[in-house]
């Protein structure tokens, strides 16, 4: 028999909760669904899921508050479903360790895709880094050689600076997931430099003209306006 | 303008009519110095009362500010002083007549008052409904042909081809989106409209911003290409990154659902008189005459677009404009000699933080 990875969706919409349950069974996925964020906490505790799907607007309980519970004892992947009127959510969910959220409406390939990429996430981490050989990390024509801390492009050093390799650095430990604003001002300049957006912004544009051929048609580091960057997942 | 500040705003119409009765009273003790008669003392009280009214709010402080003239005047300031006399010939008319100059004059500047109050109410009324009423079209066009499409499936079960449900079906999905869009646009306003989420400006890379909506853009229309260019030095632009994007990627889904035989977009930013400016041009057909007219303010009646497609561009451009405009900035259209049209809008730069 094989082996079918277990999600949990928690939503309280129920033609929304029919419709993941039936695209989910569809793509071979052990689906458990529940309206209420008290059974939640319990379902993945005692069913050890493989991911977790969560709606911020639950009923019975700030989804952030589940996710920050959750988050106590459990590094399951958990994928935020959220309304666009609700950036700041979004970004409260991402810095609160969810793993990637989702805009509604979603097409269901986009959704498939995202589970799919946050399940490769956990196997990675699993797995003591597949992508990651020898600390370098190939993402295309770029390199992020971990030990002796330079990237390359073309097999060319692009000569970041400290600061701008060790952003480049925490993009790549999380490529393919988006980093908040916050949370890289907090890994790179400590908590004191809080909602200076702007040191964090130039840097990012000095990078950008060292590793992107076009800064305004970028291959690598993208923008999520509003909420943080990512960059492009290893191939 | 909301009814928040309800005692501060009564302590100050008492301030004011205080104030003005005083520095009444303290010019008339200065005239009497040197003046032997008292007729100037009415006349200025009736101009005090008059000011009373044009400065404060209804009718109560004027009416007040009248009798305490009436009896300040009498008391105080007229022969015999610091005593009550009405006896004196032709006083108890003078006063009357003052007083009733005064209640008129209050009377009055408080009908012009709430005439003024009801001509804005009415002004901002026929905004909301003019936006309500293209906005219920706007979303009961979708709506139509999703509810239609899905009928035809359900209603004709075995009669349709499958490739002929496929269409439909497909054609529910564009709807769907596109509702999702005007719902995304409707939201954007009501962040700028409402006074407590108040735009959250942060300096943005203008290379960024442009970026990511060329990104969702491309999502959507994938068969349409965007060349994007920005200036060599990084720019700051100082901008809620959100709306920004959003007012970006309605411009060049404008460019498509307008333009009709657009074929390439070209998204550029620049610098000018400290001022980022961003542009999108389109190879489309351009802008007719009559609709360049009325191009950003939402008031083009229904049934008068002339285009056919049910996709009206004018919420997503009035909502533009209402974007840009709460950013301090400006909204343009133009078409170019060459054929095809140019949105651009300018932002203003921080003088400090540009360098």
């Not at chain 2, 081809?161 to 439909?168: A, C, N, T, W």
């Not at chain 2, 596109?178 to 719902?183: E, H």
């Not at chain 2, 620049?270 to 489309?284: H, I, L, M, P, T």
């Not at chain 2, 303010?297 to 533009?320: A, Q, V």
Request: net charge negative; glycine share 6%.
């Amino acid at each position: 028999m094989e082996i079918r990875d277990r999600i949990v969706v928690i939503e309280d919409d129920s033609s929304i909760l029919n419709l993941l349950k039936t695209l989910l069974k569809a793509n071979n996925y052990d689906v458990l669904v529940t309206a209420s964020g008290a059974e939640a906490l319990t379902i993945v505790s005692s069913h050890c899921p493989d991911l977790v799907i969560l709606d911020l607007g639950l009923p019975d309980m700030d989804g952030t508050e589940l996710l920050k519970s959750l988050r106590e004892w459990s590094s399951i992947p958990v994928i935020v479903l959220s309304a666009r009127d609700h950036e700041k959510d979004k970004v409260e969910a991402l810095d609160l360790g969810a793993d990637d959220y989702i805009t509604k409406p979603f097409g269901t390939s986009e959704l498939l895709a995202r589970i799919r990429s946050a399940l490769r996430h956990r196997r990675t981490a699993i797995d003591a880094g597949l992508a990651m050989q020898n600390g370098v990390l190939h993402i295309g024509s770029l390199t992020i050689d971990y030990n002796k801390h330079r990237v390359l492009k073309d097999d060319r050093d692009v000569g970041l600076t400290q600061t701008e390799f060790r952003l480049v650095a925490l993009l790549g430990r999380y490529a393919g997931r988006v980093i908040t604003y916050d949370m890289i001002l907090r890994e790179i300049w400590g908590p004191n430099l809080k909602n200076d957006n702007r040191i964090l912004r130039v840097n990012m544009a000095n990078i950008r003209r060292k590793i992107e051929n076009h800064p305004a048609e970028p291959e690598f580091i993208f923008t999520e306006a509003g909420v943080g960057y990512f960059l492009r997942e290893p191939d | 303008m909301k009814k928040k500040p309800v005692l501060p705003e009564k302590l100050k119409d008492c301030l004011i009519t205080a104030g003005i009765l005083s520095v009444a009273s303290i010019i008339c003790m200065i005239l009497r110095r040197f003046s032997s008669t008292d007729t100037h003392v009415p006349m200025l009280f009736v101009l005090a009362v008059l000011c009373v009214s044009r400065f404060t709010h209804g009718y109560v402080y004027g009416i007040i500010a009248s009798l305490l003239a009436v009896i300040g005047v009498n008391y105080a300031f007229t022969y015999p002083y610091f005593k009550f006399n009405f006896t004196l010939t032709g006083y108890p008319l003078t006063f009357l007549a003052m007083l009733a100059v005064s209640l008129t004059v209050c009377t009055m500047t408080s009908r012009i008052k709430a005439q003024e109050i009801i001509h804005l109410e009415i002004e901002t009324e026929k905004m909301r409904s003019n936006l309500l009423r293209s906005v219920s079209h706007d979303i009961r066009t979708p709506l139509t042909s999703i509810t239609g499409n899905v009928s035809a499936i359900l209603d004709n079960d075995g009669k349709l081809e499958k490739f002929q449900i496929k269409m439909l079906l497909e054609d529910i999905r564009r709807e769907a989106e596109w509702l999702n869009r005007i719902v995304e646009n409707i939201l954007s306003i009501t962040k700028i409209n409402s006074d407590v989420a108040k735009i959250r400006k942060e300096q943005e890379l203008a290379e960024e911003i442009a970026s990511s909506a060329v990104n969702k853009f491309h999502r959507r229309y994938p068969d349409i290409p965007v060349c994007v260019s920005v200036p060599d030095d990084a720019l700051l632009v100082p901008m809620d990154a959100v709306l920004i994007e959003q007012v970006l990627f309605n411009l060049m889904e404008n460019a498509v659902l307008h333009g009709k035989t657009t074929s390439h977009i070209e998204l550029r930013v620049s610098v000018k008189d400290n001022q980022a400016v961003f542009e999108v041009e389109d190879d489309g057909i351009g802008i007719s005459e009559d609709l360049m007219l009325h191009l950003f303010d939402g008031t083009l009646p229904i049934g008068e677009r002339g285009d056919g497609s049910g996709h009206n561009m004018k919420i997503g451009l009035s909502i533009c404009r209402s974007i840009i405009e709460a950013h301090s900035g400006t909204i343009a259209a133009e078409n170019k000699d060459e054929g095809g049209s140019r949105f651009y809008f300018e932002l203003p730069l921080d003088s400090m933080q540009y360098s």
